[in-house]
Nanobody
Framework: QVQLVESGGGLVQAGGSLRLSCAAS????????MGWYRQAPGKQRESVAV???????TYADSVKGRFTISRDIAENTVELQMNSLKPEDTAVYYC?????????WGQGTQVTVSS
């Protein structure tokens, strides 16, 4: 059973930065896509950033130019660097790994951006 553990959330003022990290319990990186999703109160969960097994990245329009997704294959981690944070970025952030019909989610980490 794969477990994903997120860390790095917290409270930050608008304009600040946070770095989220997601660690996988086993070495599964080479064939899995990885992504960060978020869910704000009263809203549906949405994709924020994705990195494919080939290393290609995509971002939601709302975070382009501010967020960067990266991975460390040796450490089995995927990270999300979030800069120029806005109050509308406030949400629970989840990491997800998937390949074929298998997908795994982390437990989520709260990010709160104050104005």
């Amino acid at each position: 059973q794969v477990q994903l553990v997120e860390s790095g959330g917290g409270l930050v003022q608008a304009g600040g930065s946070l770095r989220l990290s997601c660690a996988a319990s086993i070495s599964i990186f080479s064939s899995y896509s990885m992504g960060w999703y978020r869910q704000a109160p009263g809203k549906q969960r949405e994709s924020v950033a994705v990195i494919t097994p080939a290393g290609m990245t995509t971002y939601a329009d709302s975070v382009k130019g501010r967020f960067t997704i990266s991975r460390d294959i040796a450490e089995n981690t995927v990270e999300l660097q979030m800069n120029s944070l806005k109050p509308e970025d406030t949400a629970v952030y989840y990491c997800k790994f998937w390949a074929g019909s298998s997908d795994y989610w982390g437990q989520g980490t709260q990010v709160t951006v104050s104005s």
